[in-house]
C-alpha cells in the first residue's frame, strides 16, 4: 500500500513538472555561431590556459536602455593530436546580462576574455608534449534582449599566449530585420 501511494504520488509530482513546463514562457533569442582560425596553426601544451571572449554590437540602435543576455555560450578550439587523432578544448562561457545605454551602438564587452581552460594533459593520447590548433574553433552563443529590431553583431577571440585576434563579424540577420524577443514585429 505505501508503494503504492509513494509511486502515485511521484507520478502526480512527475505530470506537475510537465504541466509547469509546457506553461512556462520560452524566450525567444537569436544564435549565433562564428567559426574561425585568427591564431593560425596554434601551438597548444598539456597546462597552458586557453581563454576565450566575445563581444557584440547592436548596429544602428536607436532605443532607449536595454539588456542583452549571453547565454549557453561556448568555444570549442579543434587540436591536432601528434598521434594523428583529434581533440576538442571545449570552454563553456558563464550566462551574463548587460546593461546598456539608449542609443548603445559600442562593442560589449569590449577587448574582455570571459572565460577560460587549463589543457589537460589527457587531452591528447600517450605522451606530448605541443599539439596545434589549425583547424581554429567555433563559437556558439544565445543573444536575448527585450529590445525589438535591431541587428545584432558579435565576434570572438581565443588565445593560448598570441595575440588574441578577432574574428570576422557575425551579423544575426543581414537583412537587419532581427527581433531578439518577443512579438517580433521588426521595422521595416
Known amino acids: 500500500m505505501r508503494k503504492r ?5 511521484r507520478v502526480m509530482l512527475a505530470l506537475f513538472v510537465v ?3 509546457a506553461l512556462a514562457p520560452v524566450a525567444n533569442a537569436a544564435v549565433v555561431v ?3 582560425s585568427m591564431e593560425g596553426n596554434l601551438a597548444i601544451h598539456s597546462g597552458d590556459t586557453v581563454k576565450v571572449g566575445y563581444e557584440f554590437s547592436l548596429v544602428g540602435y536607436s532605443g532607449g536602455a536595454t539588456t542583452v543576455t549571453v547565454s549557453v555560450a561556448s568555444v570549442v578550439v579543434y587540436v ?5 587523432s583529434y581533440a576538442q578544448i571545449n570552454i563553456p562561457i558563464p550566462t551574463q546580462t548587460y546593461s546598456l545605454p539608449a542609443k548603445a551602438t559600442a562593442w560589449y564587452p569590449s577587448n574582455t576574455y570571459e572565460a577560460s581552460a587549463v589543457v589537460s594533459s589527457s587531452l591528447c593520447p600517450g605522451k606530448w ?3 596545434y590548433a589549425p583547424r581554429g574553433a567555433r563559437f556558439t552563443a544565445n543573444f536575448n534582449s527585450p529590445a525589438s529590431c535591431i541587428k545584432l ?3 570572438f577571440h581565443y ?3 598570441s595575440p588574441g585576434s578577432w574574428s570576422a ?3 544575426v540577420d543581414p537583412a537587419g530585420q532581427s527581433c531578439l524577443s518577443a512579438p517580433c514585429k521588426c521595422c521595416e
Open 5 to 9: 501511494k509513494f509511486l502515485s504520488v
Open 19 to 21: 504541466y509547469a513546463l
Open 34 to 36: 562564428v567559426c574561425g
Open 80 to 84: 591536432n593530436c601528434p598521434n594523428g
Open 129 to 131: 608534449t605541443v599539439a
Open 153 to 155: 553583431e558579435a565576434q
Open 159 to 161: 588565445s593560448d599566449n
Open 169 to 171: 563579424i557575425a551579423v
